[in-house]
């Protein structure tokens, strides 16, 4: 069995700053990418940033500037830390990752449960 869980959620106010986390845990062979994707109320889910296991990342236009994903590979675990914080940021965040179980030759993409980020105005 393999899991992620975030932590690091909560309420800021606007121009405030959050730091969230996301381990993976279990049976994991290796991981390729590991992202963040949020949810706000009333949307669909959007990519937010994703990283390789080489470090090569990738940003929506929104949060360009502002989020920087990381990741450890030794702990996998992956970070996300939000400055300057909008209320338009306000959604779950969810982190996902593909992770090759030991004794599997395949990728499956593995979803965190989510943590609330509200930024008020």
């Known amino acids: 069995q393999v899991q992620l869980v975030e932590s690091g959620g909560g309420l800021v106010q606007a121009g405030g700053s959050l730091r969230l986390s996301c381990a993976a845990s279990g049976s994991i062979g290796s991981i390729n990418v590991m992202g963040w994707y949020r949810q706000a109320p009333g949307k669909q889910r959007e990519l937010v940033a994703d990283i390789t296991n080489g470090g090569s990342t990738n940003y929506t236009g929104s949060v360009k500037g502002r989020f920087t994903i990381s990741r450890d590979n030794a702990k996998n675990t992956v970070y996300l830390q939000m400055n300057s914080l909008k209320p338009e940021d306000t959604a779950v965040y969810y982190c996902?990752?593909?992770?090759?179980?030991?004794?599997?030759?395949?990728?499956?993409?593995?979803w965190g449960q989510g943590t609330l980020v509200t930024v008020s105005s």
């Open positions: 996902n990752a593909d992770i090759r179980r030991w004794g599997s030759r395949r990728y499956l993409g593995v």
